[in-house]
């Protein structure tokens, strides 16, 4: 008789309707046309970050044009829909604001010099109180870096020295939405709590996975060396803090959102004397989300982090024919890197971008 040969159990999978990504880096040139297909083909919405280089996003052209760029990407994929910002900056004015809100969703505003392609950042927001005003009524979302241009201020404690600004502005904008994005702090968890509704707050993969021991070299897994492909601004912060991101992200509160802040640099940029800060996380960022999740004992909760938060804060319709994105409970390894040749003097090499986590193992898969 032969042996009755038993099917092997169906892993675990997980239904998805289509996950926003609302903070994201898409870059212009070679590494544009090497990270956007990542976002495109696994996510909804998108919030397309404006710091692009050598010419940032200032205002709705701007916005208009890059969108028709980023377009040629993925001209069959309906399921994909970049939502467009410009950057906020001593040089806003009110005027570049009104009647934009077809075109453009938010206004990001770096503080000045805090992070990759912020040297024509703020440092008086006090002056750009017209610009809230006209946002405020146009309903464009103020996105903002959290962080204390402060040099005085230690790395780890620019987060927390930025709320009072982050109060400020929310208490006398009642009607200004904000978010608060890329937060890595315990302290501004309880921050965003405790503010009105009109303030939330992105939380990446990234920063519920690594602390900053992960990223100089004091962590077991970092195997005592520094590594460059974990080093992001805001950087990573404590145990403690990665626990209480962990528990906001899995808590079910409207005001946490996903927001990958992937942000890729071609590796000459991060291997290198002076790295640039940025993790490129968007080929590893659902299947972080979904371990971070089921060791939460979350999973129920992964759909309203990923597509209906943020969503619901940006006052967006969900798209109900875009397709489903289905994980299941598989071993993988994160590809070293994602490379092409560019045919354009400016690259003398074929470009290469290393993702954050390259060559670990994840246990959850996007099929
Ligand atoms: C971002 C980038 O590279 O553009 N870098 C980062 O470390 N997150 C900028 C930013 O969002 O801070
Ligand atoms: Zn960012």
Not at 58 to 78: C, G, I, S, V, W
Not at 152 to 167: C, D, K, M, T, V
Not at 209 to 218: C, V
Not at 318 to 333: G, Q
Request: aromatic fraction near 8%; hydrophobic fraction near 40%.
């Amino acid at each position: 008789i032969p042996a009755i040969r038993e099917r092997p159990p169906m892993p675990p999978t997980l239904i998805l309707p289509r996950p926003d990504d609302f903070h994201v880096h898409l870059r212009n040139g070679m590494v544009r046309f090497l990270a956007t297909p990542f976002t495109a083909e696994h996510f909804g919405y998108a919030l397309v970050m404006p710091n692009t280089r050598p010419c940032p996003i200032l205002t709705a052209e701007d916005a208009m044009n890059y969108r028709r760029d980023l377009m040629q990407y993925f001209p069959e994929n309906k399921d994909f829909h970049p939502l467009m910002s410009i950057q906020i900056t001593d040089k806003t004015t009110p005027d570049m604001i009104t009647g934009t809100k077809a075109i453009v969703t938010a206004g990001k505003l770096y503080p000045e010099g805090v992070t990759t392609n912020s040297d024509n950042g703020v440092r008086d927001f006090k002056r750009l109180y017209p610009v809230f005003e006209a946002m405020q009524k146009e309903g464009l979302v103020l996105c903002l870096h959290g962080e204390s241009p402060d040099h005085n201020i230690s790395g780890l404690n620019r987060e927390a020295a930025f709320l009072p600004q982050l109060r400020e502005i929310a208490i006398k904008f009642p009607g200004l939405q904000i978010v608060l994005e890329h937060i890595t702090t315990h302290d501004a968890i309880r921050e965003v709590e405790s503010l009105p509704n009109n303030v939330a707050a992105t939380i990446t993969a990234h920063h519920l996975w690594i602390t900053i021991d992960d990223i100089i070299g004091y962590s077991q897994r970092s195997q005592g060396k520094l590594r460059p492909h974990n080093f992001c601004k805001p950087i990573a912060k404590h145990e403690f803090d990665r626990q209480a991101l962990c528990h906001a992200a899995t808590s079910g509160n409207p005001k946490f959102f996903f927001g990958s802040d992937s942000a890729p640099h071609p590796v000459d940029d991060k291997e290198c004397s002076r790295v640039c800060a940025g993790c490129f996380t968007s080929p590893v960022a659902l299947s972080i989300l979904a371990e971070v999740f089921e060791r939460m004992n979350a999973l129920h909760l992964l759909e309203d982090f990923l597509s209906v938060h943020g969503k619901n804060f940006y006052g967006l319709p969900p798209r109900m024919n875009a397709k489903k994105i289905t994980l299941i409970k598989e071993s993988w390894v994160v590809n070293g890197s994602t490379s092409a040749d560019w045919p354009n003097a400016d690259y003398r090499r074929p470009i290469l971008i290393i993702p954050f986590l390259a060559g670990e193992t994840l246990t959850w898969r996007v099929t």
